[in-house]
């Protein structure tokens, strides 16, 4: 288990948190005067047991999470970043300095040489997000000690933080240059995605009318089984959506695969096997695929690639869903680090960039034991084993997320409140058209706004709804779970009690990190580099950059409008956001250069130009402006830079010409 993350924790029946933690923390602590243990979230109880146990900072970091919960009301998911945070630090801190007790902490000497050592790799907003909280943490710490009678806060003061000298924090703030490089990097990040809008819509669909075809195919498969029609092991192929694509399967359930491998079982399970009791009940005897290879249509020996499975071939190969990125042996999860660093993944900032925290859902589920079978299985099988419901699940919740970002410029805690309810969900005609309307709050106000979202992204939330009609099994009629706001939003305490939030799955709010990791696997493959070759990772508020990006520079629309759109109060804020593309910089000046150039010239040379020079001047020219230039199958429409590079095929700006399809072919 990863040392950064948290997960769902459960607790004995009848055993509070003060019991779970005794033997860890100190008495004193767990029956601290004025502190409710039952306030404090129950991952950060585990997280206290599982990862700090035994550290120095043990006691001092379970009174930070009981007094910024219960005395300080501090919200569940800072609580559990605040936690993470310190015993992070401290645990690299502790080591690389050579402390020993929480004594040896010293924060002017260790702070101080902290946020300018130039051996530890932390960025500089690590550096200052980690002063910050410090600073804050022992003013909540200070507060609460304050309170108590002094016989009783001289008991507690041996595990509060030691407060910063006066002035020192000021010194060693550099916050304006945190906020300088954050800007820096996001404009740098979203220049490299700018180009690339239409292409990554486009795909993105694609992909998941990909993952769409095999689950039909897989049902198709399973009912001919369960009809009698054929036996398992039922091998099957599909045309891919790719040209000259066959993709060729073999479906199995538990009960077959443990005969089929019989020799790599033990006889107890082969026992259960075939009397199908405890692991092989029926109603856990699930199905499941084995990718046996992809037949290109290049091949001429009838040869198969074991490994392109569609997109996702690798994430499986690797074993990188979930939490698979941290578990194995030293080698091997080195490796798997070395392959996410390649795809531009940071280990120290995205080590899980495909980390579900819902049961069933870019993971194998556990309750049944799908997930502890599957592992074992895999060692077993000659190919890629998978289920095919949660990675469709991660799809569609990836698409209609992508789909959302890209049209409304929404951010992730606003597309969260999304519901199937009436106060979210209404209909306006607009300019003769009938078009859907959500009703959410936005940051930074507590009141509702309207977001018009168009017939496409409706289609992607019907799409999601559809899942989640089978998935919860439900009759003609009933309505979605009523379900939480997410604990990991900070926005979480806004909206009070359950709501049939649309963004839901196995009962449960999907956070904001799972319907990013969603997004990632839809995407993972697609390459954004920025000038400088790195890889830029996506994220939901990278997308609403390039959005607003797209709108202004591409679409024209006026900057005071996109801050309508994107719902900013201050426009500046919006051209920073709406920023043009470094490319397009450069496009520009550079026909401005050209221009120049030409003026410069004499009237004489202007007449005295060969047809074959005026030819050449007028194709450079539909080389910089789009109308009306001939494009692949068809006639570009985009009076402006191209905004993704000339990739016309599936480009929303090109008119196609039926007549013409065979470009289309032959590109």
């Given amino acids: 288990m990863s040392e950064t993350s948290f997960v769902p924790a459960s607790r004995s029946q009848g055993q509070g948190p003060a019991e779970v933690l005794e033997g860890f923390v100190d008495a004193a602590i767990l029956h601290a ?25 043990m006691n001092h970091l379970a009174l930070i999470a009981v007094v910024l919960a219960s005395h300080s009301r501090v919200d569940q998911s800072t609580v559990r970043n605040r936690v993470s945070v310190f015993h992070v630090r401290w645990r690299d801190l502790f080591l690389a300095y050579g402390l020993v007790t929480f004594t040896d902490w010293k924060p002017s000497e260790h702070l101080s040489r902290y946020l300018n050592d130039p051996v530890l790799p932390d960025s500089l907003r690590t550096r200052q997000e980690f002063l910050r909280i410090y600073a804050a943490t022992t003013h909540h710490i200070q507060v609460y000690l304050r309170s108590l009678p002094t016989s009783q806060r001289s008991q507690y003061q041996q595990w509060e933080l030691p407060m910063l000298p006066p002035g020192l924090r000021q010194q060693l703030y550099r ?55 054929t036996t398992l092991p039922a091998s099957f192929s599909y045309e891919g959506a790719g040209l000259g694509q066959r993709l060729h399967f073999l479906l199995w359930d538990r009960c077959t695969f443990v005969q089929s491998h019989a020799d790599q079982y033990c006889a107890g399970t082969q026992w259960e096997a075939r009397r199908r009791v405890r692991g092989f009940r029926p109603e856990r005897n699930h199905f499941f695929l084995e990718f046996v290879g992809t037949e290109m249509g290049t091949n001429t020996d009838g040869t198969l690639d074991p490994h392109k499975l569609l997109w996702f071939g690798d994430i499986l190969r690797y074993n990188l869903l979930c939490m698979g990125p941290s578990t194995g042996e030293q080698e091997e999860m080195q490796q798997k680090q070395e392959y996410l660093h390649s795809w531009g ?41 998978l289920l095919v419901e949660p990675l469709f699940a991660a799809a569609t919740f990836g698409l209609a997320a992508l789909d ?32 859907l309307l959500l009703r959410l709050v936005p940051k930074g106000t507590d009141k509702l706004a309207d977001y018009v979202i168009g017939s496409e992204t409706r289609q992607n939330f019907e799409k999601v709804a559809h899942l989640l009609v089978e998935h919860y099994h439900l009759q003609p009629g009933e309505v979605l779970p009523r379900v939480a706001f997410t604990s990991h939003s900070v926005r979480g305490h806004q909206f009070p009690g359950k709501r049939p939030y649309l963004f839901q799955y196995h009962h449960q709010h999907l956070s904001p990190a799972t319907i990013t990791a969603c997004m990632r696997f839809l995407c993972h493959g697609m390459v954004f580099q920025t000038a400088e070759g790195k890889t830029v990772v996506l994220k939901a508020h990278l997308l609403r950059h390039v959005f607003a990006t797209h709108i202004h520079q591409v679409e024209q629309v006026p900057l005071d409008v996109v801050a309508v759109i994107l719902h900013q109060q201050q426009v500046q804020v919006t051209a920073y956001y709406a920023a043009p593309p470094w490319q397009q910089v450069l496009a520009t000046a550079n026909s401005l250069l050209d ?51 000339f990739a016309c095929t599936g480009c929303v700006f090109k008119v196609p010409d039926p007549d013409r399809e065979d470009e289309i072919i032959e590109h």
Wanted: charged share 20%; hydrophobic share 35%.
């Fill in 175 to 229: 916050g304006d240059e945190v906020v300088t490089e954050q800007r820096v990097r996001r404009k740098t990040e979203s220049d490299a995605l700018a180009p690339h809008f239409a292409q990554l819509r486009g795909e993105a669909h694609l992909r998941w009318n990909q993952l769409q075809r095999l689950r039909t195919k897989f049902r198709e498969v399973v009912a001919l089984v369960q009809s009698g029609q």
């Fill in 33 to 57: 005067p004025h502190l409710d243990w039952h306030t404090v979230d129950l991952r950060v109880i585990r997280y206290l047991k599982t990862n700090v146990s035994g550290q120095p900072w």
């Fill in 345 to 385: 993944y940071d280990a120290t900032e995205v080590r899980m960039p495909f980390n579900s925290d819902v049961a069933g859902l870019l993971a194998w589920p556990q309750a049944d034991g799908s997930s502890n079978f599957m592992v074992h299985a895999q060692r077993r099988a000659k190919g890629i084993l």
């Fill in 404 to 435: 959302c970002f890209t049209t409304t410029g929404a951010r992730v805690s606003e597309l969260l409140q999304v519901s199937l309810t009436a106060d979210c969900l209404y209909t306006m005609t607009i300019e003769g058209t009938q078009r």
């Fill in 595 to 645: 221009k120049f150039a030409t003026n410069l010239g004499s009237i004489e040379e202007a007449f005295v130009r060969a047809p074959a020079e005026l030819q050449q001047q007028l194709e450079e020219a539909k080389q910089k402006v789009g109308t009306p230039t001939h494009v692949v199958g068809g006639q570009c429409t985009c009076h402006a830079i191209c905004p993704i590079s």
